[in-house]
């Protein structure tokens, strides 16, 4: 019965070894007599053979069943090591971004934009790979030591009984890759194009002296932002500590932008400015109302998951009664 | 509900009788095809697929003992309960009838 052996060896190529033997032995008097079963006790034809295999499966559904669950991690750990996957890649391009574009611009070095995002790529894939190799290690730990089985109630933290504001991940990185852009272009890292675009030709432009005040304010402030966005961002969930600090820093940077919509020019135009008009000034308070409107978007809906308006259930918010 | 769904459940529903009946069959001895039959005859169709693997995982845990014999000029494994599986049967058979009895009357009316 020679497609009964050929799928007898396609399950054992399979099987654990140990057992093999034995389990294929009893499959081959199995599937034989169904064979015979199906030929009504004559000898099967190769469509009868095919037939009664077909009623046992792919082989490798059946090893697997012989073999049962065999985890690299486990589901105990799956959630959490996806996560951790999810943060640590996302913090480790942003970091080899925020550094290759700062090379870039303060030695001048140049390399091709393939070459670079190949840099990156690596740099993300071994920071994958050491992350599933310390949760194969925790997983093979746990199935050892099996922590859930002393568990009890004793072991909860009441600091764990505050609503669980969860933090939309998105967010957090783009107001990261914000953050980090923002100082590089600050601190002169990273360069812009300094000109505004008119008919008559192109206007260089330059912040106006206001800005000059801000230049420690708003490097402490957005390093400030920085600091509380990766802490969020590793921890999944806003505390009442984070949200605080969220809304002192947004009511810091509202005065900011108010100070500076107070004392214009925002930006200066160099030689004849009236061929531009006022138009590149009004653009650059318009921006600033665009940051005071996000910042007090982000101000408010700190300040409602704080005090219990925020109608965040969607958010994955848990309270206790 | 689709047909997929309803498949999946049908299947997790049966995968924990299946112990049960197995366990009541082998009171008897067995060897997996003829246990199969058996077990057809009864009402109950199972895949090859997954009684043998089962089969094997009560036997390792004790509750099943097994000798390879020669019947019709063929070695064949023959399962039948141990004594611990005798009484793992009885204790399963009284929870089933207690669980029996829940689900009859969690189901009274239910349209089934």
Not at chain 1, 81 to 110: E, F, M, N, P, R
Not at chain 1, 141 to 161: C, F, H, M, N
Not at chain 1, 179 to 189: K, Q, R, S
Request: proline share 4%; hydrophobic share 45%.
């Amino acid at each position: 019965m020679k497609w009964i052996t050929a799928y007898l060896n396609e399950v054992g190529r399979h099987l654990d070894p140990a057992t093999s033997e034995g389990v294929l032995e009893e499959l081959r008097v199995s599937l034989e007599e169904a064979a015979r079963d199906i030929a009504s006790g004559n000898d099967p034809s190769e469509t009868q053979q095919k037939q009664a295999i077909n009623a046992f499966g792919h082989p490798m559904k059946v090893a697997s069943e012989f073999n049962g669950p065999r985890y690299l991690i486990g589901p105990l750990w799956f959630g959490t090591h996806l996560s951790t996957l999810k943060i640590v890649t996302a913090i480790v391009v942003s970091i080899s971004i925020g550094l290759l574009l700062t090379v870039y611009v303060t030695d001048g070095q140049t390399t091709s934009v393939l070459r670079s995002l190949t840099g990156v790529l690596d740099t993300a894939l071994t920071a994958a790979v050491v992350v599933t190799i310390v949760f194969i290690v925790l997983g093979a730990s746990a199935e050892q030591i099996d922590p859930y089985v002393d568990w009890t109630a004793d072991k909860l933290s009441l600091r764990g009984a505050q609503p669980l504001w969860r933090v939309s991940v998105g967010d957090q990185l783009f107001n990261l890759a914000s953050e980090v852009i923002f100082l590089l272009w600050w601190n002169g890292a990273i360069v812009f194009t300094n000109v505004f675009p008119t008919l008559e030709g192109d206007i260089p432009i330059a912040l106006g002296p206001v800005w000059q005040a801000l230049y420690w304010p708003l490097n402490v402030l957005v390093a400030g932002y920085l600091l509380l966005h990766v802490s969020i961002v590793v921890r999944c969930v806003w505390s009442r500590v984070t949200l605080w600090a969220e809304i002192a820093l947004g009511l810091v940077l509202l005065v900011a932008c108010a100070w500076v919509l107070l004392h214009p020019p925002l930006v200066v135009l160099a030689g004849d400015a009236s061929a531009a008009g006022s138009l590149p000034h009004r653009l650059a308070i318009a921006f600033v109302i665009v940051i005071a409107g996000l910042t007090l978007w982000d101000l408010g809906s700190a300040a409602r998951k704080l005090f219990g308006r925020d109608g965040n259930a969607g958010m994955g918010t848990i309270t206790s009664p | 509900m689709g047909q997929p769904n309803l498949d999946k459940l049908r299947q997790e529903l049966r995968r924990g009788t299946l112990v049960l009946a197995v366990l009541a069959q082998l009171r008897e001895e067995h060897y997996g095809y003829s246990l199969r039959k058996a077990l057809h005859d009864h009402g109950l169709a199972v895949e090859e697929g997954t009684l043998y693997p089962l089969i094997r995982r009560l036997e390792s845990q004790g509750l099943l003992d097994s000798q390879w014999r020669e019947e019709s000029n063929r070695r064949k494994r023959f399962y039948h309960l141990s004594d611990t599986g005798h009484a793992v049967l009885d204790a399963l058979a009284r929870d089933w009838a207690d669980m029996n009895g829940c689900l009859k009357s969690l189901l009274k009316g239910a349209g089934t």
